[in-house]
């Protein structure tokens, strides 16, 4: 996805370690102790304890690399992005996955999780769709039992399920995604700087960048090199899998679905993306060593049993929370909590890794409306269907909600994509240039 491998040396913020017995308060849906949650906590425990063991040996380092070793092993099973959003007439889910990798494995599966439910949090039917590859051209999707499409997907129109219930394409397409990786990693650079130089982090957290400081990070986010603002994903052009499917078929628990994917082998989930960033961006994220074992232990994760993160991804939060130079004005803080546990709420919200979307509704606007109408009392975005379509700013608007509460006012220079993308006609995403493309010294970016 465009996933956000942010770089820095090691720098641990306070209290460091990692609770796998946290248990969120504030987000309803948590999955019970089972033989799977008690696998993941000793798989965790484990990362972890080697996570401390390389950042204690002061071996961790900046690096390039933007997703996991064994993820990147594989381009074929690295996912980019996932982008989820209603069709203007109520009737279509639209769903996009992209695979940084210029083709599909014939050993994975590449699968999107659909679940459904009344209320916010909580979801209580599921459904999958779920594709294979013998050959580039050659997929085989299915809608659970309910429809399969067998067949040549690449073409513009795609291959429509035996029941026509649902519409996927296959293919190379322009990737939406767009990023100013080289100034958010300056930016990072400066804040990972000035906490080695003594910044300190309040009783919450919240990293204390002093004027000065936090005007330079915002304004090394903005540019590229000290010049203006480039995108780093301008030409790439991932595989990339694209549906349709009647929302009668994927919501049968309510109007409410929050949507995640995965690759899948014979063995193991390799990836797993869910709304932009949180992999990445929240797991360690000024060690880039650290981050790779806590990356792992993700990827192998359910949102069903990641509540094992809120702890980790609490700590950045508080990271992200002083990039602005104010600590206490993300969304969903606390004020009124203990200290420690003023960005519990948004830590148990990220680690339920998935896009909301509100199938009710045909206007798509922003990233987390849906969050937002629930938990923040944003009721303006009620009507909003949330989830991601391919163009919105959705890092910058990310970003921007974990350091001020809003979706903007973090920017990376980038505002769009070079290439025009729809939401309305489909594959949706645009078609390649004349070949796949990779920037100089340039390599997939994850976010």
């Known amino acids: 996805m465009t996933k956000e491998s942010d770089s820095g040396a090691a720098c641990i913020a306070p209290n460091a370690g990692f609770d796998i017995n946290s248990n969120p308060n504030g987000f309803p849906e948590m ?50 992005d996932l982008y989820a959003w209603t069709s203007t007439d109520g009737h279509r889910l639209n769903l996009v996955m992209t695979v940084v990798g210029h083709s599909f494995s014939d050993k994975l599966a590449y699968e999107f999780h659909i679940d459904s439910g009344k209320d916010f949090g909580q979801t209580n039917a599921t459904a999958m769709i779920s594709c294979r590859f013998s050959a580039m051209t050659a997929a085989d999707c299915r809608v659970g039992t309910e429809d399969r499409a067998i067949g040549d997907a690449s073409g513009p129109q795609g291959i429509a399920g ?46 204390q960048f002093d004027a000065a400081t936090s005007r330079n990070i915002l304004d090394q986010w903005r540019h590229t090199d000290g010049g203006p603002a480039k995108n780093f994903l301008a030409g790439w052009t991932p595989a ?22 995965d690759t899948v082998s ?22 880039s060593d650290r981050g790779d074992i806590l ?6 994760a359910t949102p069903a049993s ?12 508080g990271l992200y929370d002083g990039y602005d130079g104010i600590c206490g ?17 948004l830590a148990a ?67 769009r994509d070079e290439r025009a993308h729809s939401v309305t006609t489909f594959p949706f995403l645009a078609a390649p240039e004349t070949a796949p493309h990779v920037a100089p010294g340039a390599e997939p970016y994850k976010e």
């Open 162 to 207: 035996r029941n026509h219930r649902f519409r996927v394409f296959a293919g190379l397409r322009d990737d939406p995604f767009f990023n100013n990786v080289r100034g958010s990693r300056a930016a990072f650079d400066v804040a990972s700087a000035a906490l080695h130089a003594g910044t300190r982090y309040d009783s919450a957290g919240c990293a």
């Open 306 to 317: 990641s509540a094992v993160f809120v702890a980790e991804i609490q700590k950045s939060l």
């Open 240 to 261: 990339s899998i694209v549906i349709s499917v009647d929302l009668d078929l994927v919501a049968k628990g309510g109007k409410l679905l929050a949507v995640w994917s």
């Open 295 to 300: 990356k792992e232990a993700y990827n192998a």
């Open 31 to 80: 999955a019970p102790i089972s033989r799977t949650s008690i696998q993941l906590r000793w798989i965790v425990a484990t990362a972890i304890a080697s996570a401390s063991i390389i950042a204690m040996s002061g071996i961790a380092r900046a690096s390039d690399h933007l997703d996991t070793p064994s993820v990147i092993a594989d381009p074929r099973a690295d996912i980019g």
């Open 349 to 415: 919200l990220l680690a339920d890794d998935r896009l909301w979307v509100n199938s009710a509704a045909t206007t798509c606007t922003q990233l987390f409306a849906i969050e937002r109408a629930s938990l923040a009392g944003e009721t303006a975005l009620a009507g909003d269907c949330g989830g991601r379509t391919p163009n919105y700013s959705a890092v910058n608007a990310y970003r921007s909600l974990l350091a001020n509460g809003t979706p903007t006012g973090i920017n990376d220079g980038v505002d």
């Open 329 to 345: 004005n993300q969304l969903l803080i606390d004020r009124k909590a203990p200290p420690p546990q003023r960005y519990r709420a």
């Open 266 to 287: 014979p063995e193991r989930r390799i990836d797993r993306a869910g709304r932009p960033l949180t992999g990445n961006a929240l797991l360690s994220p000024l060690d």
